[in-house]
């Protein structure tokens, strides 16, 4: 049964400082990993995916790694801001027959300026 | 391009009464997913839908739980006399059939409450 961990549950940061959020899955047959952002009382939003055959994607300060024989993923934040408080959701998704997507509980991030 | 559409974004029940949920999956995505996020969980699969089908259901609790996606109109999650334990945001997800190389697109939720 797939499971996924994300360490730390909570983060606290100064503005600027670079940081790393990490996210590990116990079976590595997936498909793709997505990684999301939560704002409180709101929805999700897509931030990287990365398919099971690529090792990263980045998108502006974000760069998301993928170690699949190793069952690990990190989402590296470059030069923080405040805006950027927000609680950071891993998923895997297990295949095109396999639909559901497979959470961690998250990290919370904030950021202080 | 709207994307996902969640209505009510609140919702309050008694005990007992019906809740109805509804999803419009963002334009060209067939495919539409549900998932609740109970207080200090982690977000779990309910249910899995095409247009006038239900292709996996493994995640929706047997009794009281109910899911559509109807050839017209928004897909509904239904629950039958709810319980204070059915409080939690249910979120929606669509996809195109090719979701392993475009992922997942969520709507903003429902907050059930439970009173």
């Known amino acids: 049964k797939q499971e996924v961990t994300q360490i730390p549950a909570a983060l606290s940061v100064p503005e600027g400082e670079n940081l790393v959020l990490n996210c590990s899955f116990t079976?590595?047959?997936?498909?793709?990993l997505q990684w999301f952002r939560q704002d409180p009382g709101k929805g999700l939003t897509s931030l990287l995916l990365?398919?099971?055959?690529?090792r990263e994607q980045t998108s502006g300060r974000l760069n998301a790694s993928l170690d699949k024989s190793s069952g690990r993923s990190t989402l590296y934040i470059a030069a923080s801001q405040p805006g950027d408080s927000a609680t950071y959701l891993c998923a895997v998704s297990t295949g095109q027959a396999g639909t559901a997507l497979i959470f961690g509980k998250g990290t919370t991030l904030s950021v202080s300026s | 391009n709207a994307g996902v559409m969640q209505n009510p974004r609140h919702l309050v029940r008694r005990r007992g009464q019906e809740a109805r949920l509804r999803c419009s999956p963002m334009k060209g995505h067939s495919h539409v997913y549900w998932y609740r996020q109970l207080p200090e969980e982690g977000l779990k699969f309910m249910v899995y839908l095409q247009k006038e089908n239900i292709i996996d259901e493994s995640g929706m609790p047997k009794e009281r739980f109910s899911a559509e996606f109807p050839k017209e109109g928004p897909s509904i999650l239904r629950i039958q006399q709810v319980v204070r334990g059915d409080s939690a945001a249910y979120f929606c997800?669509?996809?195109?059939?090719?979701?392993?190389?475009?992922?997942?697109?969520f709507g903003s939720g429902t907050r059930l409450t439970v009173v």
């Open positions: 990365i398919q099971s055959s690529q």
């Open positions: 079976d590595s047959a997936i498909y793709n």
């Open positions: 997800a669509s996809s195109s059939p090719d979701r392993g190389r475009y992922g997942y697109t």
